[in-house]
C-alpha cells in the first residue's frame, strides 16, 4: 500500500479480483483526512497569526501522521483479512466433516476480519475530532480543509458500519455481535461531529456573503 501508485490501487481496486475492496477504500479515505489535517498544520505553523498555537500544533499534526500510517497499515489488514474469508469459503465440502469445518473456519475468518471495520471506525472519529480541536487555531483560509478531512473520515465511518453490519449479520456468535454493535456505536458519534464541522465552516463563508445586486 504504502508504495504503491494511486493509479495502480484504484485499477485493483476497479478489478473484478478481491481485495482489495470496500474495506480498504473506507481506509484510504481516513488516510487522505488524516494528510489533509497535516497539510493544515504545515500551513498554520508557518503563518505568524498562529505562533501560539505552535506546541498544540505540532502535537496535532504528529497525531495525524500516526492515524495516517494507521490508516494504511488498515488497508493491509483489511486485504489480509478479506482475503481469509474468501479461502473459507472456497474449502471443500464434500463430507458432513468437510462442511462442518468450513463452517466454522468461515465463522472464524468472519470474526476476525470483522475487527477491521471496527478499528476503521474507531480511527475514522480520531480523524473527526482531531479536525474538530483544530478549528479554532488553524490558519483561516486551510480551515475549510479541515471540514473536507472530517469528511473523508464521515465516509470511511459509514462505510465501516456497513461492512461491520454485513458481517456481523452472519457471524453465530451472539456475545461477540453485541460487544462489536456497542464499539461501532461509539464510534459512530462522529458522524454527528462530523456534520457540525462541515455545517461551522460552510456557516462562515455564508456569512461572509456580500449582497448581490439584482441586474
Known amino acids: 500500500m ?30 487522505v483526512g488524516a494528510a489533509l489535517i497535516s497539510m493544515v498544520c504545515n500551513h498554520s505553523l508557518s503563518h505568524p497569526k498562529c505562533a501560539a498555537h505552535t506546541t498544540g500544533l505540532t502535537a496535532a499534526q504528529e497525531t495525524a501522521e500516526n492515524l495516517r500510517s494507521t490508516a494504511l497499515g488498515l488497508a493491509a489488514d483489511d486485504a489480509v483479512a478479506f482475503s481469509a474469508v474468501l479461502a473459507a ?11 462442518r469445518a468450513r463452517a466454522t473456519a468461515v465463522q472464524e475468518a468472519l470474526t476476525a476480519a470483522t475487527e477491521v471495520p471496527l478499528r476503521v471506525a474507531r480511527t ?28 473523508c473520515a464521515r465516509a ?28 461501532l456505536v461509539h464510534s459512530l458519534s462522529a458522524v454527528t461531529e462530523s456534520e457540525a464541522i462541515t455545517a461551522e465552516v460552510r456557516a462562515r463563508y455564508t ?7 439584482p441586474v
Request: charged share 25%; glycine share 4%.
Open 207 to 213: 456569512r461572509r456573503e456580500s449582497p448581490v445586486t
Open 2 to 31: 504504502r508504495d504503491e501508485s494511486v493509479g495502480g490501487w484504484l485499477d485493483d481496486l476497479a478489478s473484478a479480483s478481491f481485495p482489495p475492496g470496500a474495506g480498504a477504500a473506507a481506509a484510504m479515505n481516513i488516510a
Open 156 to 183: 470511511a465511518l459509514d462505510t465501516a458500519a456497513v461492512i461491520a453490519e454485513a458481517n456481523l449479520s452472519v457471524i453465530a456468535d451472539t456475545e461477540h455481535r453485541s460487544a462489536a454493535r456497542l464499539q
Open 124 to 151: 475514522a472519529a480520531e480523524v473527526v475530532r482531531l479536525a474538530r480541536r483544530l478549528i479554532a487555531v488553524a490558519k483561516a483560509d486551510v480551515v475549510p480543509d479541515l471540514a473536507v478531512a472530517a469528511s
Open 89 to 99: 469459503h472456497r474449502l471443500p465440502r464434500a463430507t458432513d466433516t468437510d462442511t
